[in-house]
């Protein structure tokens, strides 16, 4: 009989196992802040790049609202520094000494090429004098530097004291789906790496079937949090971006969700302060709708997902969360009929309120990235 791999998670992208290094290996568990993904490992997890984005996605059309958690799991472009670590006699880190910032993308080695963890021990375990040279990317632009690595007898290797990290998972909320195409949109905001709070910069993904096993309810001051489950071998679709204004993707099987009911997606000019519904999966896969009320509306910044405030008013939703409860970034929200948004955030100080992006801006995202 063969078993299958199944991973609990907690909430909106609580840690699990993160597989870092500071060369030698070390494998570390901590939590990360709220809001932010999950890291994990690692080999067992196999992805590949879409050759091309799904077709885009217009204001207007109409869009199953969908409101189903997913597993998510995401590999950086190369590997990120989320860490330092004094291994000179002194305490000081070469590669923060020699200009490495956390955030930086780690992809090249004395010439190699790194793509991930593995890549990076392996390089620097075959090092035989202490300068190396490393090509990092920072931002959109790629530096050469030069590190003096310390040699440790004990590991009998060379240590430049950085910790990294090359993939995330966790679980979230899908907000639509494009009926024609199996194209989606979720959480509502990126995913960051727990440490530097850096957008994760990706180089494949993928999406997997989960369930909500259990919650832990919200209260003012501590947000709850979904706890998930999902299987690392039962992939549903491909993710291809990740961005300010949410995670997109394609899924696989349109059988999934072809009896979606479709809703117009809303201009931001449609959406009005007052009552509208949000779509949540608060128990296994079933999803149900449940009653806010929009408060405020703002004239947000183009890269701020905070394009209104919505407060819980339902009595059993209530019940159920005690309010907003991170992993349900990406609940659909509803009003007059139509898709007009996506929660993102909760207020920690009173957790029945929390912030949300607007369908149109999402859906903006979506365009750019199949032009």
Sequence with gaps: MTRKKVFFWKSGFKLAAALSFLFALMLVLSPTSEENISAAA?????????????????????????????GIKLFSEGTMVVGFAGVEPDGAS?????????????????????????????????????????RVKRGEEEKEMKIEAVYDEAAKCYK??????????????????????????????????????????????RVMHSS??????SLDGEPGELVGKFELESDSGVLYANTE????????????????????????????????????NIEGTEKAQYDIEI????????????????????????????????????????????????VTHVLVNDTKRGYAISIEKMI???????A
């Excluded at 490495?100 to 963890?117: K, P, Q, R, T």
């Excluded at 909500?212 to 309810?217: I, L, M, T």
């Design 160 to 205: 430049m004291g950085a910790w990294v990290r090359d993939s995330i998972a966790g679980i979230g909320t899908i907000t639509f789906i494009d009926p024609k195409t199996g194209a989606f949109g979720a959480l509502g905001h990126g995913i960051c790496d727990a440490d530097t709070g850096v957008l994760m910069p990706i180089e494949s993904g």
């Design 212 to 217: 909500v096993a259990a919650v832990k309810k």
């Design 94 to 134: 070469p590669a923060k000494k020699a200009g490495i910032e956390l955030g930086d993308i780690i992809i090249g080695l004395n010439g190699s090429d790194i793509s991930s963890n593995e890549d990076l021990v392996s390089e620097m375990a075959g090092i035989s004098e202490p300068e190396i040279s490393l």
């Design 245 to 280: 204004r949410g995670i997109f993707g394609r899924l696989d099987d349109p059988s999934e969700y072809e009896s979606g009911r479709l809703y117009p997606a809303a201009k931001r000019s449609e959406i009005q302060e007052g009552k509208a519904s949000i779509i949540c």
């Design 295 to 342: 408060i405020k509306i703002y004239n947000s910044a183009a890269d701020d997902p905070k394009d209104m405030m919505i407060r819980i008013t339902d009595k059993e939703l209530l019940g159920l969360t005690g309010g907003i409860v991170q992993g349900m970034s990406g609940s659909p929200i509803l009003q007059n009929g139509k898709l007009v948004g996506a």
């Design 42 to 70: 690692n080999a067992e997890i196999n992805a590949e790049r879409p050759e091309e984005a799904a077709t885009a996605v217009s204001i207007g059309e109409r869009l199953i609202a969908a409101g189903q958690t997913t």
């Design 364 to 370: 903006e995202q979506a365009e750019s990235l199949s």
